[in-house]
């Protein structure tokens, strides 16, 4: 039998279902993730010479960040929508919905013709695809991290909710190999077709992620609330008017980590080349190596969260962050290659601490009814007010200010703000939130002896 409802509940966990949705939450979210920060890399290298060739070289690399953006835009979006149905209908049949929309959205922007062929038009068009970009990944988060989260047991979320999170960076390396493997074949005509191979390859990605995604089963806490007719009717009307407090630090916990993470595997190739004149390839290999160092971080970040807690282990992140950002451009500017390379590969450290521990910090903080549109709309509206400016800010403080500084310190104001958030948010990580509906929530604030008197009355 489970404990009680604030001790970690001691429940049989099926190991090959458990593996069967590990597998499918980390490959899809990878393939997701390798769709949209492709764009990403892309934005800085090529969209502002393909649809913006008319502007001078700054002012297009902000409109082609400003097509990025759009992306952002769309994630609470589609969180919204996606986690009404993740609530209502589960969490694998509206990971299948996500996962299509986004690879057929990837592929289109392969075959987008550009200035040369359709003028303006081609980065109209671009914008619509990065919404409907932006909205698909809006909604897998939230999903892919349940479906990992509420199949494993409770002692052990903090790891099992960590490998989604993995495939963040794990997306982002296959894009940066797939630009590098491409940019080195075509060469010259990279920026006529060689970039765009790498988006075609998405409709191929989309077979193998739909294949893996259709062998799982619904996860058990889904299950059990569709079986004593527990869900919510309105989960996203209710999440706001229940939670408004969770959602928004879920939102504010995440400055530290994200806005950081754009600047080194976006804005850097702008920052790398441009200002710095370094080759492409010289700034991709550094940026593939962060994410390679990702494979052991957000794990063992997301494994020490369930010994220590969520809380040491995030502000540990948050704090290095703060103080890295300095370091950072400070190795950059060096002039020393060694030193740069080693500045770019090693970006990450701070970021993946933060990362691995925080799908289920986020996810903790909303009970099972309501748990995907909660955590997918909180998690996904910082990629309005950090991800997606992020390059955007900093490439106008270098326009502005011709220095690296108030890139770092805009990156130190994103921690102060994590960090006040961080100290609000309650510490969940030993608390049983495996079937938790507002009912359980609401006795979790009831004083033990009173809920002793009650029963006893």
């Given at each position: 039998m489970a404990q009680s409802v604030g001790s970690l509940a001691v429940q049989p966990v099926d190991r090959r279902m458990l593996m069967r949705a590990l597998v499918a939450s980390t490959v899809g979210t990878t393939i997701e993730w390798y769709d949209f920060l492709l764009y990403s890399t892309a934005a800085g290298l090529v969209f502002g010479k393909v649809f913006f060739p008319e502007a001078d070289p700054l002012t297009g690399v902000l409109l082609a960040f400003g097509t990025y953006?759009?992306?952002?835009?769309?994630?609470?979006?589609?969180?919204?929508?996606?986690?009404?149905?993740?609530?209502r209908i589960g969490r694998k049949a509206t990971l299948i919905s996500t996962f299509t929309i986004m690879g057929l959205g990837t592929f289109l922007i392969g075959v987008l013709p550009g200035y040369a062929v359709i003028g303006i038009w081609g980065g109209i068009l671009l914008s619509v695809l990065r919404f409907i970009q932006g909205a698909g990944v809006g909604g897998e988060w939230g999903g892919s991290v349940l479906l990992a989260m509420e199949s494993g047991s409770q002692k052990h979320r903090g790891f099992t909710a960590s490998w989604p999170q993995f495939g963040g960076p794990a997306?982002?390396?296959?894009?940066?190999?797939?630009?590098?493997?491409?940019?080195?074949?075509?060469?010259?005509?990279?920026?006529?077709?060689?970039?765009?191979?790498?988006?075609?390859?998405?409709?191929?990605?989309?077979?193998?992620?739909?294949?893996?995604?259709?062998?799982?089963?619904?996860?058990?806490?889904?299950?059990?609330?569709?079986?004593?007719?527990?869900?919510?009717?309105?989960?996203?009307v209710s999440v706001i008017k229940r939670h408004p407090r969770e959602i928004l630090l879920s939102a504010l916990v995440r400055q530290a980590e994200q806005a950081p993470f754009y600047i080194y595997t976006s804005f850097i190739f702008v920052?790398?080349?441009?200002?710095?004149?370094?080759d492409r390839n010289a700034v991709l290999i550094p940026v593939m190596l962060a994410a390679v160092t990702s494979i052991v971080t957000i794990p063992l970040a997301g494994h020490l969260s369930d010994r220590f807690g969520r809380k040491p282990v995030v502000g540990v992140g948050i704090v290095g962050t703060a103080i890295w950002g300095f370091v950072y451009f400070g190795l950059l500017n060096s002039n020393v290659a060694v030193l740069a390379f080693g500045a770019i590969a090693l970006s990450l450290i701070f970021h993946d601490i933060q990362y691995g521990p925080q799908a289920a910090l986020i996810a903790e903080g909303?009970?099972?009814?309501?748990?995907?549109?909660?955590?997918?709309?909180?998690?996904?509206?910082?990629?309005?007010?950090?991800?997606?400016?992020?390059?955007l800010i900093a490439a106008a403080l270098l326009a502005a200010y011709s220095s690296s500084t108030p890139i770092a310190i805009f990156i130190l104001g994103c921690a102060v703000v994590s960090f006040v958030a961080l100290v609000l948010i309650p510490e969940r990580a030993h608390l049983d939130v495996s079937v938790e509906s507002e009912e359980a929530i609401a006795a979790r604030a009831v004083p033990a002896g009173a809920q002793v008197s009650a029963a006893g009355n």
């Open positions: 953006f759009v992306g952002f835009l769309a994630r609470p979006v589609g969180a919204a929508i996606f986690g009404h149905y993740g609530d997306g982002l390396l296959l894009a940066n190999l797939a630009l590098l493997i491409f940019s080195a074949w075509s060469g010259d005509a990279f920026l006529v077709w060689g970039w765009r191979i790498p988006f075609l390859l998405s409709v191929v990605l989309i077979f193998v992620g739909l294949y893996i995604r259709l062998r799982v089963v619904e996860t058990p806490a889904f299950r059990q609330l569709a079986e004593r007719q527990k869900l919510e009717r309105q989960p996203v920052y790398g080349t441009a200002v710095l004149g370094m909303f009970p099972t009814n309501v748990r995907y549109s909660g955590s997918s709309i909180g998690y996904q509206l910082a990629s309005i007010i950090a991800g997606g400016p992020a390059p």
